[in-house]
């Protein structure tokens, strides 16, 4: 090794790599006097690793910050969609509910029923249908009481025929009757 090169590693100036300040951090290039400070070679290496650690350091807090950001973002949404999803399953099971008690009670067209009721603040605080209620103002939603489904309901006559089609294919088989 040169003594000339031992010099410059023994005397490395501050302001080699540098500009605006020595590696102690002193503002501006001027301080008590108009001397340069000069630094062994590794007391400089120590200021540049130091420096370097310090940009390090803020360039992982900057992204840090951002990743909490991201996150925040995300959890919001995510808040809001589960939110999204209770009500609507909350309002599917209050439609389960509602066709349940529809059919017990006998509601032709539980769409429509259901619809009218739910415009018509049929539904009590729990989310449970007030069918009696429904029914006194609704009356066309609900099947009418039992009527005799047979060929001749409607003459007043409402007796059952004695001739029938399976008596007398028994009687064509030469089977009693």
Do not use: C
């Not at 120590?46 to 959890?75: G, H, P, S």
Request: proline fraction near 2%; charged fraction near 30%; glycine fraction near 10%.
């Amino acid at each position: 090794m040169s003594t000339e090169q031992g010099a410059n590693d023994k005397n490395a100036s501050a302001n080699a790599g540098n500009t605006g300040g020595n590696a102690a951090g002193t503002a501006g290039g001027t301080g008590a006097s108009d001397k340069p400070q000069t630094y062994t070679r590794e007391e400089f290496e120590r200021e540049l690793q130091r420096e370097a650690d310090r940009r390090v350091t803020e360039a992982q807090k900057a992204w840090a910050a951002k990743q909490a950001e991201i996150l925040a973002a995300k959890d919001r949404d995510a808040e809001a969609k589960v939110r999204e999803l209770e009500q609507a399953a909350k309002e599917h099971e209050e439609y389960a509910a509602f066709i349940e008690a529809a059919h017990v009670a006998g509601i032709r067209n539980v769409k429509a029923a259901h619809l009218v009721a739910k415009g018509g603040g049929y539904f009590d605080q729990r989310g449970r249908f007030n069918v009696e209620k429904f029914k006194q103002d609704n009356p066309e939603f609900f099947v009418p009481a039992s009527a005799n489904a047979n060929a001749g309901a409607g003459t007043g006559n409402n007796q059952t025929p004695h001739a029938s089609m399976d008596r007398w294919i028994r009687q064509q088989a030469g089977r009693a009757v």
